[in-house]
């Protein structure tokens, strides 16, 4: 619902940001659905929205480096005091007892205003203005992608093939990072691809697969490569369960989504560790990101549009902040990212 708040009043260290633009993703479907998220502590409500462009309106007396009219895109994740909060990784959080902006104990940006420190607004250049609310989503593959390359410096690694479970646009986001570092990418999900997600395969040559006929378990064959990375991006326990299966000899399987619900399909657990001990497999997780990945995130969104001009552009769907009253707007199936604009 739609609900009037005051404007944020800012103190001499904070930045108050105009919003222009509220991406919506499948987390804000949840929230909606009262399936996840909580109200910040004392409030009734969530000003729901962490994804999100703005512009600099007003700084306080003792904000350096801001100034009006600049364009920002905050991050989501607010630390606590534990040491990977404490220095500047609140996506590595040790307690679980961080807040989310939109999302978890604290109010997000589908405002006509909010207010930050500058320590968790990121500047945006214009040339990515029209792109940059897919920013957030954007920094979880980056982080996702950083934290393939720092485990993987276990050895002397040079991946070529990485194979994308799901074409959402953080499965997107991923093929297209993995492509800008040289990486062949086969993006697959259960369908044949169409429309907006055909064009980008083949602007950025990342080869599709569907995979309803034959299954996840059948992509080593089908690609006939080593796959060095799996990026799992479908929010799916069987995708997840298909992933661990296709994971190549010394490659990394990193689960992105998250999967909520139970799923008791059973596995051969003996099968599962002789293959990770015996080709020094790895699997692991990763969530959020923090102010590097925004940064990284900056500097890919600018190469995109250099290389692919257009392609970003293309996931977006936008709405008036009046259709934001019919959530359904959420399952619109065209295009992959419903952005409100303020
Ligand atoms: C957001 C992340 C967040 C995660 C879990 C995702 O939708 O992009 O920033 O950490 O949800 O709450
Ligand atoms: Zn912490």
């Known amino acids: 619902m739609v609900r009037d708040v005051d404007k944020p009043a800012i103190g001499s260290n904070e930045v108050l940001v105009k919003v222009i633009e509220v991406g919506m993703d499948g987390t804000d479907k949840e929230i909606g659905e009262g399936l996840y998220g909580e109200a910040p502590a004392g409030s009734e409500y969530l000003i729901v929205g962490h994804e999100a462009i703005g512009v600099v309106e007003d700084v306080g007396s003792g904000v350096k480096g801001f100034k009006k009219d600049e364009l920002v895109v905050a991050t989501v994740r607010r630390p606590d005091s534990c040491i990977n909060c404490v220095n500047g990784q609140s996506d590595m959080c040790l307690t679980g007892n961080y807040t989310e902006r939109g999302i978890k104990g604290a109010h997000g940006y589908m405002a006509e205003y909010y207010k930050e420190v500058p320590d968790f607004l990121v500047k945006i250049p214009d040339s990515i203005k029209g792109v940059a609310v897919m920013l957030e989503p954007f920094s979880i593959t980056e982080k996702a992608i950083s934290q393939i390359f720092a485990i993987q410096k276990r050895m002397i690694w040079k991946p070529h093939t990485a194979v994308v479970l799901g074409t959402g646009s953080v499965g997107l986001f991923a093929a297209m990072q993995l492509r800008l570092r040289g990486i062949d990418v086969f993006s697959v999900d259960r369908s044949s691809a169409s429309g907006v997600k055909n064009d980008i395969f083949e602007a950025l040559g990342i080869e599709h697969i569907d995979s309803s006929k034959d299954g996840i378990g059948s992509l080593p064959k089908t690609i006939g490569k080593n ?28 689960l992105l989504s998250v999967t909520g619900g139970t799923s008791m399909e059973s596995i051969d657990i003996a099968k599962l560790g002789y293959d990770m001990v015996l080709g ?55 295009r992959i990212k419903n952005v409100f604009v303020m």
């Open 280 to 334: 020094n497999r790895i699997v692991f997780g990763s969530v959020n990101s923090n102010r590097a990945h925004f940064e990284m995130g900056v500097n890919d969104m600018i190469e995109v549009e250099k290389r692919y001009g257009g392609v970003l552009e293309k996931l977006i769907t936008r709405f008036p902040v009046s259709a934001f009253k019919t959530y359904d707007v959420l399952n619109e199936k065209s």
């Open 227 to 254: 796959i060095d990375i799996v990026i799992e991006a479908t929010g799916n326990p069987d995708a997840v369960r298909g992933s661990l299966g296709i994971t190549g000899i010394n490659g990394v399987d990193c």
